[in-house]
């Protein structure tokens, strides 16, 4: 069993580098445009946008913890009690130590999940004083924006097809819409 954990964290760790992340992506391209070999998240512009990535890598860790886990017990499993091993079955019905286990094991999970994400909702609750309000509508196939503030202001936005796309402006297929949103600064 020593083996076979072994093996795997020298195959995690040879497969680690692999990608890049998006932070490390080229500058000349937009934010949410395809980068290859990309891992992770789009970069984030507001602090609730950073906690956000750093707890989505957080629950990354702990599902990838899990799968380990299991994996290992699945594999300790076939090996230890296979019929050739064990060729008369154990007749054992119960065992009370390994119930507490495999069921408070799951509650300190999510107790470790749950204080992380309460705090990061209560800080994306937190509203500063804001200059302006956009209230945007994800649609199936386009976005909505309105401007409460001025008048109830509001345009769709929809993506450019196909055949339209002009590749010297820089324009990206499936990314670049008819009617983008300029939010302007101070």
Request: no cysteine.
């Amino acid at each position: 069993m020593h083996r076979i954990l072994v093996f795997f964290m020298l195959l995690f760790a040879a497969l680690l580098p692999l990608g890049t992340s998006t932070a490390q992506a080229s500058e000349s391209l937009r934010i949410g445009e395809p980068t290859p070999w990309a891992l992770g998240l789009q970069p984030g512009v507001t602090p609730v946008k950073e906690k956000i990535g750093a707890f989505h890598d957080e629950l990354l860790i702990i599902i990838f913890g899990i799968s380990g886990l299991v994996l290992v017990l699945m594999v300790y499993i076939v090996i230890r009690f296979n019929k050739k091993r064990n060729p008369v079955a154990s007749k054992t019905t119960h065992n009370v130590p390994l119930e507490i286990i495999w069921t408070a094991l799951p509650v300190v999970l999510l107790i470790i999940i749950l204080v992380p994400s309460l705090r990061l909702l209560y800080f994306s609750d937190k509203d500063p004083a804001a200059e302006m309000t956009v209230k945007v509508v994800g649609h199936q196939w386009y976005w909505s924006y309105e401007f409460p503030d001025h008048g109830g202001f509001s345009y769709d936005s929809y993506m450019i097809p196909d055949k339209e796309i002009d590749v010297s402006k820089g324009q990206v297929r499936l990314l670049d819409v008819d009617n983008t949103l300029v939010i302007p600064v101070d």
